[in-house]
């Protein structure tokens, strides 16, 4: 079974810091939903963030923000 190609995200707030997987091909608007669940946050007061980037909702983890 192919997975496809995994992303490492780091996730931060306050003093907790969280190591998560992804598809390649998840949008960060998926990613921001789960991070909901984990650090009962909202989507819109999440700050996903590429290359020092500020990254919008649509954007897939493979594709430049």
Same mark, same amino acid.
């Given at each position: 079974?192919?997975?496809?190609?995994? @992303?490492?995200?780091?996730?931060?707030?306050?003093?907790?810091?969280?190591?998560?997987? !992804?598809?390649?091909?998840?949008?960060?608007?998926?990613q921001?939903?789960?991070?909901? @669940?984990?650090?009962?946050?909202?989507?819109?007061?999440?700050?996903?963030?590429k290359?020092?980037?500020?990254?919008?909702?649509? @954007?897939?983890f493979?594709?430049? !923000?």
């Open positions: 079974m192919d997975k496809g190609i995994q @992303v490492f995200l780091m996730i931060r707030r306050h003093k907790t810091t969280i190591f998560k997987e !992804a598809k390649e091909s998840s949008t960060v608007f998926q921001k939903r789960v991070v909901r @669940v984990i650090l009962q946050r909202p989507p819109e007061e999440q700050r996903l963030y290359d020092d980037q500020t990254c919008p909702y649509t @954007v897939y493979h594709q430049k !923000a």
